[in-house]
Each structure stands twice: as structure tokens, then as C-alpha cells.
């Protein structure tokens, strides 16, 4: 089976961020990674807003296909890769 797209809003400071990249890294998941702290503030507002508008405040924030995990959650990641 396939898995879902995976996208990433990460921090390249921050050690839960390092986590799930490597955590989807292990399982040979290419996952689309965009590093909040190296893109430019207009792309910035973008995903500060769509985080937001999901509630969360903090990173990593994932989007495995049309779902939302906010933070590091392995037992969430693997129910929404149906692997779980």
C-alpha cells in the first residue's frame, strides 16, 4: 500500500521537529519537509495561518494526506500511514 502524502512544517532548531523527520526518514516515506525558519516571511504568514486555523501553535506540524497531527505523535502517525 501506498502511503499518503506527507508534508512537514518543521523548525530546524527544534528536536521533536528532528524527530519526526527522522521518523518518517526510517520508514522510506518521503516526506515534503518546508523549514519555517528558512523561508521568507510571506510563506511564513501562510503557514502561520494554516496552523492556526488547525489549532496548533507549535512544531512539527504533519499533514499525512488530508489529516492534521500537531507535535510528535509516532502511535497517531502510524494509525493515519495504516500502519497502526
Not at 28 to 57: H, N, S
Amino acid at each position: 500500500m501506498k502511503a499518503p502524502p506527507v508534508t512537514i512544517y518543521s523548525l530546524t532548531t527544534c528536536g521533536w521537529s528532528r524527530r519526526a523527520k527522522a521518523y518518517f526518514k526510517e520508514r522510506g516515506i518521503d516526506a515534503f519537509v518546508i523549514e519555517y525558519d528558512t523561508v521568507g516571511p510571506e510563506l511564513q504568514g501562510k503557514i502561520a495561518a494554516e496552523m492556526r486555523a488547525e489549532g496548533a501553535d507549535g512544531f512539527p506540524f504533519v499533514r499525512i494526506g488530508g489529516r492534521v497531527v500537531k507535535g510528535y505523535d509516532p502511535a497517531r502517525f502510524d494509525r493515519l500511514l495504516g500502519r497502526g
